[in-house]
């Protein structure tokens, strides 16, 4: 006997009309008209029905702290370190766990049941580190949290850098990070991908590190850090964030670069809202946008994500942790507009981070775990279209979070017609008199 049905779903990648059974917190069965008798059931009405959302890049030790001590008034990447810098001797360890609790709440409510938060090691007293951690204990029964060990000052140029990132490992990180780009010299920064990469190697571990958050062309150390994965064969454990200086680079510089990446079986994640916003700040006209070259990056069969990056924190000040305006954002910024294009946007945002993650039981067959979300829309696409309400988001096959339908009511001429802005909605609207 399932324990659930749920019902006449859409899934992604085009199938419809389909059931999912549910027996003892995961997938039983994906098949048509299963039959009845399940305790519960849900009728998703030719709804898209999803795995969870999956966010491999955000800050959740920063993330809520919008105007401590004070605002970015430049908007820069750099003066919002050295706002992150004057607020961390400010910090408190239950102040950084109750704002990561808070974002984590709003997750769940959009459906993100599995993020990867990097986590500055750089202040001695590791408070951050011990609040993500037990942060993760706390929030396990409903989401999957990844935290990594991140030198946000430089791995060099901080001189507790290197010994606080070990001690973040044995205290349970498990993710090595890095900043080459921020460290002293493009040397140094390179010598901090080997050692890094190195670190990782002897330890077994998963590897993002932020690469190349920059305007400069000249700022490479992703082919560094492309060059050790290959070395250290550690094809599908490493993931490139940001790269946005690839967006300057020149592309002859760039057809070499991307087939090695590829060859080597390295990941990049973009950060689209954050990307778009914090680059380009010195230029006039015309102003570049930032973002990672997405499209060629998934043509050449370079794994993509997409991450949120910052929610309210000293860079970004919007936010309200949904991935589906991450998606929109990056298909717009890279201009993803094809069918098949929008689709991988979806993907950039579910399947695509978690294999990037390493996420175990995810997906949509059999026996996967029953973490689900049903959105009011019918597919990917439209899914994006009207960042899709999620009426129902399922945790080993429990109800975690739900919501009513949107829609709103347009009273004209004596009549009253109910619009949700789907395609389906569309043949319930009679044609002008």
Not at 57 to 65: A, G, I, M, Q, R
Not at 106 to 111: D, F, I, V
Not at 396 to 408: K, S, V
Request: aromatic share 4%; proline share 5%.
């Amino acid at each position: 006997m399932l324990d659930l049905v749920i019902r006449n779903a859409n899934l992604p990648g085009g199938r419809k009309g389909v059931d999912i059974g549910v027996r003892a917190g995961r997938i039983a069965a994906v098949e048509p008209a299963l039959p009845a008798g399940a305790a519960r059931e849900i009728d998703a009405t030719n709804r898209l029905v999803t795995p969870p959302f999956v966010d491999a890049h955000v800050h959740l030790d920063s993330t809520l702290s919008l105007g401590l001590p004070r605002l970015n008034e430049s908007g820069t990447l750099l003066e919002g370190i050295a706002l992150w810098g004057e607020l961390k001797p400010l910090l408190t360890q239950e102040a950084i766990y109750e704002r990561a609790r808070k974002l984590c709440l709003w997750s769940a409510a959009r459906g993100t049941l599995a993020i990867r938060s990097h986590v500055d090691v750089c202040d001695d007293r590791l408070l951050a580190v011990e609040a993500l951690l037990r942060l993760k204990r706390d929030i396990a029964p409903w989401i999957d949290l990844q935290l990594v060990a991140f030198p946000q000052d430089g791995f060099y140029r901080h001189a507790g850098a290197a010994g606080n990132l070990r001690r973040a490992l044995r205290l349970g990180l498990e993710v090595v990070g890095g900043i080459p780009h921020f460290e002293r010299t493009m040397e140094d920064g390179r010598l901090s991908v080997r050692a890094l990469m190195r670190l990782a190697a002897e330890e077994g571990r998963l590897v993002d590190m932020h690469c190349d958050e920059t305007d400069d062309p000249l700022s490479r150390h992703v082919e560094t850090l492309t060059a050790e994965t290959q070395r250290h064969g550690m094809g599908g454990r490493v993931a490139g964030s940001h790269l946005t200086s690839m967006h300057s680079m020149d592309n002859y510089y760039v057809s070499k670069l991307i087939p090695l990446m590829a060859e080597a079986g390295i990941a990049a994640i973009a950060n689209p809202l954050i990307n778009i916003t914090l680059q380009g700040r010195h230029d006039t006209y015309p102003k570049r946008r930032g973002m990672t070259r997405v499209r060629e990056l998934m043509a050449a069969g370079v794994p993509v994500a997409f991450g949120h990056d910052c929610v309210m924190d000293p860079w970004y000040p919007l936010g309200s942790h949904d991935m589906l305006e991450v998606a929109g954002m990056g298909l717009h910024v890279g201009q993803l507009t094809g069918v098949h294009d929008m689709a991988a946007c979806f993907g950039a945002v579910t399947q695509t981070p978690a294999r990037i993650l390493n996420l175990e039981g995810y997906g949509l067959e059999p026996g996967c775990h029953a973490d689900l979300v049903i959105l009011q829309a019918a597919d990917e696409i439209e899914a994006i279209r009207l960042r899709a309400e999620r009426l129902f988001v399922l945790r080993r096959g429990e109800i975690l979070a739900r919501a009513a339908p949107r829609e709103a009511v347009v009273e004209l001429g004596g009549g009253a017609y109910r619009l949700d802005f789907t395609r389906a909605n569309l043949d319930g609207i009679p044609p002008g008199g």
